[in-house]
């Protein structure tokens, strides 16, 4: 109840388990799915990455399923740098 320190232990098992479900949402399938309505795994190449959404859905949609993991490794590293 008060300013103590955050536990540095749950907080690192937060940060990873947030880490981990980050890494494990197919943006490629979801941002296609919500914006186009259709299945990226029928078109092109048939994978869910960033390349064949550039290639078949443009730079725009590629541009930011390829960036995403960035975003979410930064977002996620900032917990180092918040209580070095």
């Not at 949402?25 to 994978?47: C, F, H």
């Amino acid at each position: 109840m008060g300013g103590g320190l955050p536990d540095l232990d749950l907080t690192t098992l937060l940060f990873v388990l947030a880490g981990y479900l980050a890494g494990s949402i197919p943006t490629g399938y979801w941002l296609v799915r919500a914006l186009r309505s259709e299945d990226i795994r029928k078109v092109g190449s048939g994978n869910i990455g960033a390349t064949n959404v550039w290639r078949t859905y443009g730079a725009r949609l590629g541009a930011i399923v390829g960036e995403e993991p960035i975003f979410a490794a930064v977002a996620l590293g900032a917990r180092d740098l918040r209580w070095a």
